[in-house]
C-alpha cells in the first residue's frame, strides 16, 4: 500500500537554528513527490516539486532532498514567518491517468524569536 | 491570475441534511481533485476531475459525489450528512494530465452539529 510519513511531527526551533524534516514514503513507482506549506485557516502552498532521486531544489531559506525512499526539507537560519504545517506528498504511477496525492500527516514548525 | 477559489468558507449543517461545495479552478487549469482535511487523517483523496470525466476515487462512502461542469468548475455534494463529516475540504486544480504541481484553494470548513 502507498504510504507517506513525516517525521518529526512537530519541532521549535530559535531563530537561526537550522534543522531539517523528514518525508520517508513508500510507493509503486514514483512520478513526483511535493512539498507543501499550509498557514492555519488557509490551503496547503505550494513548495517544491522534486521527480527522481538526487534531485534538489532550494528557495530562499528552503531547500528540498530526494532519494529513493526519502526527502528532506532542509531549513537553514529560520525566520518566525517560517512557522506553519510542511507537508509531503506523493504522486504514483498507477494503471490510468491520474493526479491523486498520498499525502503525510504532516510536521508543524514553530520558528521563536 | 486568480488563484483556485473555493465556496463558501465556512458552512454549519446538521445531521442527516445535505451540502454542495463549490470550486473554481485556476483558469485554464482543466484538472480539479478535492481532499477532506481532519486533524486525525489528515488530507485523504476524495476524488478527481478531468474534462467533465471522473478519473479516480477515494476510499470514501457513495455519499459522497462530485461533479465538473464544461467550463471546468467543480461541485462536491455530501448527502446525509454525519457529525464525522465535519472537516476542511479542499479542492486543487492543475493545468494537464501530468506530474506538475496541484495548486490548492483556501477550502470550505463544514462543521455538523
Known amino acids: 500500500e502507498d504510504q507517506v510519513t513525516q517525521s518529526p511531527e512537530a519541532l521549535r526551533l530559535q531563530e537561526g537554528e537550522s534543522s531539517s524534516l523528514n518525508c520517508s514514503y513508500t510507493v509503486s513507482g514514483l512520478r513526483g513527490l511535493f512539498w507543501y506549506r499550509q498557514d492555519p485557516g488557509k490551503g496547503p502552498e505550494f513548495l517544491f516539486t522534486?521527480?527522481?532521486a538526487g534531485e534538489e531544489k532550494e528557495k530562499e531559506r528552503l531547500k528540498a532532498t530526494l532519494t529513493k525512499k526519502e526527502s528532506f526539507l532542509h531549513i537553514t537560519a529560520p525566520k518566525p514567518e517560517d512557522s506553519a504545517t510542511y507537508l509531503c506528498?506523493?504522486?504514483?504511477?498507477?494503471?490510468?491517468?491520474?493526479?491523486?496525492?498520498?499525502f503525510g500527516t504532516g510536521t508543524l514548525l514553530a520558528v521563536q524569536p | 491570475k486568480a488563484g483556485v477559489t473555493q465556496t463558501p468558507r465556512y458552512l454549519i449543517k446538521t445531521r442527516g441534511q445535505q451540502v454542495t461545495l463549490s470550486c473554481s479552478p485556476i483558469?485554464?487549469?482543466?484538472?480539479v481533485s478535492w481532499y477532506q482535511q481532519t486533524p486525525g487523517q489528515g488530507l485523504q483523496f476524495l476524488f478527481e476531475y478531468f474534462s467533465e470525466t471522473q478519473r479516480n476515487k477515494g476510499n470514501f462512502p457513495g455519499r459522497f459525489s462530485g461533479r465538473q461542469f464544461s467550463n471546468s468548475r467543480s461541485e462536491m455534494n455530501v448527502s446525509t450528512l454525519e457529525l464525522g463529516d465535519s472537516a476542511l475540504y479542499l479542492c486543487?486544480?492543475?493545468?494537464?494530465?501530468?506530474?506538475?504541481?496541484?495548486?490548492f484553494g483556501d477550502g470550505t470548513r463544514l462543521s455538523i452539529l
Open positions: 483558469s485554464g487549469h482543466r484538472s
Open positions: 486543487a486544480s492543475r493545468a494537464d494530465n501530468s506530474n506538475q504541481p496541484q495548486h
Open positions: 506528498a506523493v504522486q504514483a504511477r498507477y494503471g490510468g491517468a491520474t493526479n491523486k496525492l498520498i
Open positions: 522534486l521527480y527522481s
